[in-house]
């Protein structure tokens, strides 16, 4: 992940092809512009390790360590649209990861939660998430259980694939909430998911919609160091 002074700067040069990219989403079919607005606001090169930031704006994942990725920007855009959510909604986020996707939450004016399973990621992303003036509430621990103290969440966005729908996330969102997560899908093609839209209705009734197939890393099985 990108830390020096140097790599926090924001160029006309990167402002230009950071618009060039999202010109390129809204020819892929992204058409909330508050979406796009907050993603121009967030300079994804600062997210990125130094030998892939000169390719920050291609719409492409890239590793971040921890054998995890930051998500291709059509991804992070099309998840943060499928959420439906105004201003000032909680939003859970189950895989911090470079802190990216957590910092476009943010800046769509979001109150953020945030869990990260692996340490290492966790320990360099929250302080950065924090350095960068991002505020988010951040959390080492199990994504599969959530964070039951702050529920219930009008918005959970899954970034990593998962093989079922954790019972503990669907019980933490609220009332016409969605849930946003990609899930194991043999018809979706080898290591690729099903991008599914869960929402609740009413107290015992949730809806499904699928959107598509995407490419995600998968979600870890429990471990120590829950997150309840």
């Known amino acids: 992940m990108a830390t020096t002074a140097a790599n926090l700067d924001d160029t006309y040069r ?8 999202l010109d390129k989403l809204r020819g892929m079919g992204i058409a909330d512009e508050r979406v796009l607005d907050a993603m121009d606001r967030v300079p994804r090169h600062h997210f990125m390790d130094d030998a892939f930031v000169h390719f920050a704006y291609d719409n492409k994942a890239f590793r971040i360590g921890a054998g995890q990725t930051i998500s291709h920007p059509y991804t ?12 000032g909604a909680k939003v859970l986020e189950i895989g911090t990861g470079s802190g990216y996707q957590c910092a476009v939450l943010v800046a769509m004016g979001y109150k953020v939660h945030s ?6 990621l966790y320990d360099r992303t929250t302080p950065f998430l924090k350095k960068l003036g991002y505020r988010a509430s951040c959390y080492y621990g199990d994504g599969y259980k959530g964070k039951t103290a702050f529920a219930p969440f009008d918005g959970i966005l899954v970034t990593c694939g998962a093989p079922f729908i954790p019972e503990a996330l669907l019980g933490q969102l609220a009332v016409g909430g969605r849930l946003i997560i990609p899930l ?10 099903t991008m599914t839209e869960v929402r609740r209705m009413d107290e015992t009734t949730f809806t499904r919609q699928t959107h598509g197939a995407f490419a995600f890393v998968p979600m870890l099985t429990a471990r120590s160091g829950a997150a309840g």
């Open 14 to 21: 990167h402002k230009g092809l950071r618009k060039a990219l």
């Open 76 to 87: 992070v855009a099309r998840q943060t649209e499928l959420l439906r959510l105004p201003a």
């Open 115 to 120: 869990i990260e399973r692996q340490k290492d």
């Open 184 to 193: 194991d899908d043999p018809e979706a093609g080898e290591g690729k998911q």
